[in-house]
């Protein structure tokens, strides 16, 4: 793989389910990031990884969790799904220049 | 925390030039970044400034006055491919990317 790979591609959920959407890069970043995107909202930064070991809430963390055990993973879970939360969910990554984040091809979630 | 704004649309014909405006009130700076999003893809990076002035890239270039909170993306010889979303971003003190809502741009024949 190059680059950041996302998986699923989509998905529909029930309410109530819990989903984990799984990101992962082969640049050796240190940061990773995950984001939701919503029309007429742009990119919502949810959770952020500076190295690995450690992350941090973003604008819109609640509902969510993740954790980082190494450089390459970066595991976003929901664990009792909602509506509101059916988006499109971006992972991200950028090097200790933090001069470019580099996107993952995204993730189409749907809560019913 | 921070605010971004940039248009919600804007038109413009083959061969054209389009400017895209951005504003932001910030608590902390530490670059400004533009990005690219065609429909249904991820974004992907186009500039980044990081001190005041004009950097050019080919067709595109991108401008940034620190003390006015104001970035400019110019987008130069427009073709039908550049019919996209632009994102504007802010990059914070400790290193979180803000986004603005993005900028529509269509281009016309």
């Known amino acids: 793989i190059a680059g950041i790979t996302q998986a699923p591609t989509s998905q529909i959920l029930a309410a109530g389910r819990r989903m984990t959407l799984r990101c992962t890069q082969d640049m050796r970043h240190n940061a990773m990031y995950w984001y939701r995107q919503d029309l007429g909202l742009g990119l919502r930064l949810i959770h952020y990884?500076?190295?690995?070991?450690?992350?941090g809430k973003g604008e819109v963390p609640d509902g969510y969790s993740v954790s980082r055990a190494n450089t390459d993973d970066f595991p976003l879970t929901l664990a009792s799904a909602v509506p509101s939360q059916t988006s499109v969910y971006f992972c991200a990554s950028s090097d200790a220049s933090h001069n470019e984040q580099f996107f993952g091809p995204g993730t189409r979630l749907t809560v019913l | 925390g921070q605010n971004i704004d940039q248009p919600t649309e804007m038109t413009a014909t083959e061969g054209a030039i389009v400017q895209i405006n951005c504003t932001y009130q910030?608590?902390?700076?530490?670059?400004l970044f533009w990005y690219q999003q065609h429909a249904g893809e991820a974004p992907t990076f186009l500039s980044y400034n990081v001190l005041d002035g004009l950097e050019e890239k080919g067709r595109f270039s991108s401008f940034l006055s620190r003390s006015k909170g104001y970035s400019y993306l110019l987008l130069k010889e427009l073709q039908m491919k550049d019919s996209a979303s632009y994102l504007c971003a802010v990059l914070s003190n400790d290193y979180k990317l803000s986004f603005g809502a993005g900028t529509t741009v269509t281009v016309r024949a």
């Open positions: 990884s500076n190295t690995a070991g450690t992350t």
């Open positions: 910030t608590s902390g700076f530490n670059g």
